[in-house]
């Protein structure tokens, strides 16, 4: 939304800028008032993106550092390793109990494993 803001910001200048060499060219002061009516459209404009851009959500649009992005990646990194992490406890649990039975004793192997 910002850069549109600048964007206009840049139409409208230049065309107060192209009415200026106008009037100055042809010698109308005529077209003062019209230049003070872009002014205004140009000012009020920026005040009202401006005014909206400064609720906007926390990093909406932002453009994040290096060391943003370098600690974002180390805690998603951090995160998927302590999800393996409890997958491989989970799965060695579920071998375990598959192998001595659910209450640790081997003679209650549910396949008749036992020794």
Excluded: C, K
């Excluded at 109308?28 to 459209?41: A, E, G, H, I, N």
């Excluded at 906007?56 to 600690?71: F, H, L, Q």
Aim: glycine letters at 6%; charged letters at 35%; hydrophobic letters at 40%.
């Amino acid at each position: 939304m910002l850069d549109r803001t600048i964007a206009l910001d840049i139409v409208v200048t230049m065309m107060i800028a192209g009415v200026a060499l106008y009037a100055a060219v042809h010698r109308r002061p005529d077209v003062v008032p019209v230049l003070v009516v872009l002014s205004l459209v140009g000012f009020v404009g920026s005040v009202t993106v401006a005014r909206f851009a400064s609720v906007e959500p926390e990093g909406e649009g932002r453009v994040r550092t290096r060391e943003e992005i370098a600690a974002e990646e180390a805690e998603r990194r951090r995160i998927e390793a302590e999800n393996e992490e409890r997958r491989r406890t989970w799965a060695l649990r579920r071998a375990q109990e598959r192998d001595t039975g659910p209450d640790g004793d081997p003679d209650d192997a549910p396949d008749g494993s036992a020794r």
